[in-house]
């Protein structure tokens, strides 16, 4: 692969050539790694999308969400850039990566690029390196990048130390506001979207979105939060009602953090995080290595037969590295 040529085809917004990117920064192969190294450090440093978190548990219609806002973007200029994260089968690592079929009008727009990814075993929703997915494609020009997790529950706030903006997408009904206090997820969204807020679900998504602002204000402030944040409100995908507030009220509470100096401060906060993030994978990586991993699984025969303590084994192995 020409990293020289992929260097210069991404800043001119070739479509292709910002796929087999990403492709290659997804490789787990040690040439394909330094590669994309190579390529990251020769694209210009630049670009700045507005970066958006979303997740939501699976059937509250991310993907119909994601569809109407992105068209909504692109009808306004904007070129839009979508990284959809698919869980993989534990059993047999696959995944189904149907997200440009669900987003059928949006992956025909000529402004919008979606890239389904499977999650491997990475946890916290989103694949190992989205982080690098998303500099790609604010090199290639896009001016909003949306970030969907995998959809699974209260554990993926690993997309809060990627994204500038974290949106969480409710169905009506949801629960009460004791459900809106919980740790962990709800804690890191700036703003609560309430779907399918449209016909007979329209006034249940009143109550959830009434119940779920009552239970935001019952959270301790963060300082990076203006007075009206973090807020709920309603929406429909289906029926492309409240987009336009929803984006509002995102760029306003982008604006807010730009003026009030907590912009630089928490990319720089992220970029320290997804260093010792690499640190610690790589340092990982070496248990795979053939003569560390025959070390290894000869301890963890020892441990298993009783031979051993499991601390002893371990402090021993951690020694072996060492020297």
């Known amino acids: 692969m ?13 479509r292709r050539a910002l796929a087999r990117a990403i492709t290659l920064v997804e490789s ?7 590669e994309a190294a190579k390529l990251l450090a020769a694209l210009p440093q630049d670009g700045e999308a507005l970066r958006i978190g979303l997740s939501g548990t699976p059937g509250v219609g991310k993907s119909t969400f994601i ?6 973007l692109t009808g306004m200029g904007k070129r839009v ?3 959809a994260v698919d869980p993989s089968s534990s059993r047999s690592g696959g995944s189904i990566l149907g997200d440009k079929t669900r987003m059928d009008q949006l992956s025909r727009d000529p402004n919008a690029f979606i890239r389904p990814s499977p999650s491997q075993t990475q946890l916290g929703g989103v694949a190992r390196r989205t982080r690098e997915a998303v500099r790609l494609c604010e090199a290639a020009g896009y001016d909003v990048v ?11 706030t690993v997309v809060a130390e990627m994204s500038d903006l974290f949106v969480l997408l409710l169905a009506p009904a949801g629960g009460d506001e004791l459900q809106g206090v919980k740790r962990g997820i709800m804690e890191m969204a700036d703003v609560i979207l309430i779907n399918k807020a449209d016909g007979e679900l329209k006034a249940a998504a009143t109550r959830t979105c009434a119940d779920y602002a009552g239970a935001l204000r019952l959270l301790r402030k963060r300082p990076q ?4 944040y973090p807020c709920a409100m309603t929406v429909s995908a289906l029926e492309e009602n409240g987009l336009d507030k929803a984006w509002q009220s ?9 003026e009030n100096g907590f912009w630089d401060r928490t990319r720089a906060a ?30 963890s025969d020892a441990v298993a037969a009783g031979e051993q303590d499991p601390s002893a084994a371990a402090q021993a192995f951690i020694e072996g590295l060492r020297r």
Do not use: C, N
Request: aromatic share 6%; no cysteine.
């Open 225 to 228: 939060d203006p007075p009206d």
């Open 270 to 299: 992220q970029a320290r995080y997804w260093f010792m993030e690499d640190v610690k994978q790589r340092l990982l990586a070496q248990l795979s290595e053939a003569e560390t991993k025959a070390r290894l699984d000869a301890l």
């Open 250 to 258: 995102l760029t306003d509470l982008a604006k807010w953090r730009r």
């Open 67 to 72: 569809e109407s806002f992105g068209m909504m």
């Open 146 to 156: 949306l970030i969907e997790t995998v959809g699974v529950g209260q554990s993926e």
């Open 2 to 14: 020409d990293i020289d040529d992929l260097a210069i085809r991404i800043p001119a917004q070739d």
């Open 28 to 34: 787990g192969r040690a040439d394909h790694r330094a």
């Open 81 to 83: 850039a979508v990284l």
